[in-house]
């Protein structure tokens, strides 16, 4: 079965600061990874995902997300934070790759971004 | 811009009614999913259509049902709302491929109050 945990429910950082967003998986299978962000009253957009090629990925709006095996990670990293930057983020395992095309996302719980000035 | 839209966005239901929620998908993918995120938590998988019929279903009451048409667009409807179906439904779409590594473009969502 696939699990995901977001180790931080909330993370505050200042404007400039770098940002470290924790996401520890769980998958029978060699898993496609995804962080998604959603911004107040949207819906969610995607910034990177990660499926067995490169472990570096790099994603939109300066993201990127480095595929750790040994430790199950898959944080989520940018040097420098924006204001525009404040929002929910979510961790996303797939399902079963040998399920016959069966798409299901399955969510972390989340983690609010707060950017201050 | 995702090219996946829902509508309505807000909808305001009484216990026990019926709601249809309507989800228009991305030109050119055949797969339509659905998600259930409650306030402060992560989406929850419904289900999935692919070309017509339901191919996975997470552990929702059969009082959640769903309906994919030719043209990819999808519909869900649930019966007999409790409180607890207060929510924003969200609608993906995507490409089937059998290794299940699918790329899901999501909509803005429909938020369901019931009172």
């Known amino acids: 079965a696939q699990s995901v945990t977001q180790l931080d429910s909330h993370v505050s950082v200042s404007e400039g600061t770098p940002v470290l967003l924790r996401c520890n998986y769980s998958s029978s299978y060699s898993p496609s990874l995804f962080w998604y962000v959603q911004h107040p009253n949207k819906g969610l957009q995607l910034l990177l995902k990660?499926?067995?090629?490169?472990?570096l990925v790099k994603g939109i709006n300066g993201f990127e997300a480095e595929f750790k095996k040994s430790e199950t990670s898959f944080h989520l990293t940018k040097p420098s934070a924006h204001m525009s930057d404040a929002a929910e983020y979510f961790c996303?395992?797939?399902?079963?790759?040998?399920?016959?095309?069966?798409?299901?996302?399955?969510f972390g719980a989340g983690t609010r971004l707060a950017v201050h000035p | 811009e995702t090219g996946v839209t829902q509508s309505p966005t807000h909808l305001i239901k009484t216990r026990g009614q019926q709601v249809t929620l309507r989800c228009s998908s991305q030109s050119g993918h055949n797969t339509v999913s659905w998600y259930q995120q409650a306030l402060g938590q992560g989406p929850q998988f419904i289900f999935q259509?692919?070309?017509?019929?339901?191919?996975g279903r997470g552990n929702f009451p059969p009082r959640f049902s769903g309906l994919q048409f030719p043209n990819y667009s999808s519909e869900l409807n649930v019966n007999a709302l409790e409180l607890d179906d207060s929510a924003l439904y969200l609608c993906a779409s995507s490409l089937r491929s059998l290794d299940g590594r699918a790329e899901a473009f999501f909509g803005q969502g429909t938020r369901l109050t019931v009172v």
């Open positions: 996303v395992v797939t399902h079963n790759p040998f399920s016959g095309g069966y798409n299901k996302l399955i």
């Open positions: 990660y499926t067995s090629a490169a472990t």
């Open positions: 259509y692919y070309r017509e019929e339901e191919n």
